[in-house]
């Protein structure tokens, strides 16, 4: 067999043997480049529902039909405050901030400045994973975060999405 057939088999048969699974936990945007969409990502074992690895950020360039692109791919300047520090808790869960988020504190839009991502056996044998981030005294898994830049590039406000822990809509805006 040609080493060229062998490659791709072994690649159409990789993700059969990988337990390995990739999710999307979080998503930041803003309204200027508003279809290019931060995804806070991490990977867990789909077997044992655990994290694999710690939290990463990539770009998805034109969201609707765009190409990734690492974080670590940006400018620095674009870069060092959306750089998520991960801190894992269990194989179970995992914490993680960003600059970003601890100015967002500091601006009494989040009440905690960390995420805490959980991971846990879901309906129908699968993982299911959600945050928790307390905003103004309450738990939710946010979904979403867009900054609304003003003209100088300063935030003018912060829409947060996403849901409470009963299952209910959550969607606010906060102007620092």
Known sequence: MKKKNLAIIFALLL?????ADVATVMKV????????VLHYKV???KSSCEFTSGVYAEWK?????????PLSESMNLIK???WPNSLQVSGTELQF???AMEDFQQKKILSSSDIRLKVEFGTENGCSISNETEVRGQIINVIELKSNLGFLGGVNSVIVRGRTLDGRW?????KP
Request: proline letters at 8%; a negative charge; zero cysteines.
């Open 15 to 19: 993700p059969a043997l990988s337990h």
């Open 29 to 36: 945007s803003k309204n200027k480049n508003e279809k290019n």
């Open 43 to 45: 990977q867990y074992d």
């Open 61 to 69: 360039m034109d969201e609707e039909e765009g190409q990734w692109k």
């Open 80 to 82: 060092k405050p959306l």
């Open 97 to 99: 901030v960003t600059p």
């Open 170 to 174: 959550y969607e606010e805006t906060f």
